[in-house]
């Protein structure tokens, strides 16, 4: 958390080439590594607490990314969709949509550089099931294929 901690804080000083970018991936990095500490916090969330839901959806996220839904979460607590997607947004700065489609790619880009898995079983691996959305979000993401991305990660 300190080296994303520092490279937040050195984008914002220096000028650099998509600033805004790197600091909104460092910034959800960083909420993500927070997470693995939510496990401590006092917060309920049988209390339907705005705070406990928020955490409940981003827990979700990272533990169930291949399946994580927005209407399964608000129909579990009983809550409007509405409601939960605006709690997480006011909250985090993201949507669930976003979070989710950010963890997706991370996981991805891990397999890529990690495994052997061809780039089809990596995107059924990771939760998506249109192969053309996926190519363009992590093209979007990362700036390259997902080919090129495991190409550049093993040369």
Same mark, same amino acid.
């Given at each position: 958390?300190?080296?994303?901690?520092?490279? $937040?804080?050195?984008?914002?000083?220096?000028?650099?080439?998509?600033? +805004? +970018?790197?600091?909104?991936?460092?910034? #959800?990095?960083?909420?993500?590594?927070?997470?693995?500490?939510?496990?401590?916090? #006092?917060?309920?969330?049988?209390?339907?607490?705005?705070?406990?839901?928020?955490?409940? %959806?981003? +827990?979700?996220?990272?533990?169930?990314?291949?399946?994580?839904? $927005?209407?399964?979460?608000?129909?579990?607590?009983?809550?409007?969709?509405?409601?939960?997607?605006?709690?997480?947004?006011?909250?985090?700065?993201?949507?669930?949509?976003?979070?989710?489609?950010?963890? +997706?790619?991370?996981?991805?880009?891990?397999?890529?550089?990690?495994?052997?898995?061809?780039?089809?079983?990596?995107?059924? %691996?990771?939760?998506?099931?249109?192969?053309?959305?996926?190519?363009?979000?992590?093209?979007?993401?990362?700036?390259?294929?997902?080919?090129?991305?495991?190409?550049?990660?093993?040369?």
């Amino acid at each position: 958390m300190q080296n994303l901690v520092e490279n $937040l804080v050195w984008t914002l000083v220096n000028d650099t080439k998509n600033r +805004r +970018r790197i600091t909104q991936n460092t910034m #959800a990095l960083l909420f993500l590594e927070l997470l693995n500490c939510t496990d401590k916090l #006092a917060a309920s969330e049988n209390e339907g607490d705005h705070s406990a839901l928020v955490m409940t %959806a981003l +827990r979700e996220i990272e533990e169930n990314y291949r399946t994580a839904s $927005l209407t399964d979460i608000a129909e579990k607590y009983g809550v409007t969709i509405s409601y939960l997607s605006a709690a997480v947004h006011s909250t985090t700065g993201f949507t669930f949509k976003s979070l989710l489609r950010r963890k +997706r790619m991370e996981k991805a880009a891990a397999l890529l550089s990690g495994t052997k898995l061809s780039v089809s079983d990596i995107i059924m %691996a990771v939760g998506y099931e249109n192969t053309s959305y996926f190519y363009r979000a992590f093209s979007e993401m990362y700036g390259v294929t997902p080919r090129e991305y495991r190409l550049r990660q093993r040369g």
